[in-house]
C-alpha cells in the first residue's frame, strides 16, 4: 500500500489535471498549484476530468515516483471543491478512494490527528 504510515500527508488536487503530464509536470503542479514541497514525503493525488484515472506523485527518498490507476467502470469520487482548495486525506482514505470509494472527500472517514493528553495529576491525601 502507498503510504502505510499515518503520518503522512495526502494532498489532493483541487481541479482536473492533464494525467499526460510526467514527473516535472506534475512536480510543477504540486509546487505551483499546491504551493507544497513534492520531495517531503508527502503524496499528491490527481484526477482526470472525467474522473477515471488517476495519478499519485510521491517521493520515497532516493526519487520521485507515479502510481496510476485507471477504472474500467465507474468513476473516481469528486474531490474538486469551489473555490479551488487542496483536500487533505489520510492514507486509508487515499486507498479506499483508488478502490473507488464514493463517500471519500465527502465524510470525514478518519479521525483527527491523535494527541498527546497531559496526565492528570494525582492528588496525595
Do not use: H
Not at 465507474?74 to 483508488?98: D, M, Q, V, Y
Amino acid at each position: 500500500m502507498i503510504g502505510s504510515s499515518r503520518s503522512v500527508q495526502v494532498w489532493a488536487y483541487p481541479a482536473p489535471a492533464d494525467l499526460r503530464r510526467g514527473y516535472n509536470g506534475l512536480y510543477g503542479m504540486v509546487t505551483q498549484g499546491l504551493e507544497r514541497d513534492p520531495l517531503s514525503g508527502d503524496l499528491f493525488l490527481f484526477v482526470n476530468r472525467r474522473r477515471t484515472s488517476c495519478k499519485v506523485l510521491m517521493y520515497d527518498g532516493t526519487g520521485l515516483c507515479i502510481f496510476m490507476k485507471r477504472l474500467e467502470e465507474g468513476r473516481f469520487a469528486s474531490l474538486w471543491r469551489s473555490p479551488p482548495e487542496a483536500l487533505k486525506l489520510t492514507s486509508s482514505e487515499l486507498a479506499l478512494f483508488i478502490e473507488g470509494c464514493q463517500l471519500v472527500g465527502k465524510t470525514a472517514l478518519s479521525p483527527s490527528e491523535i494527541r498527546a493528553k497531559p496526565l492528570a495529576s494525582s492528588v496525595a491525601r
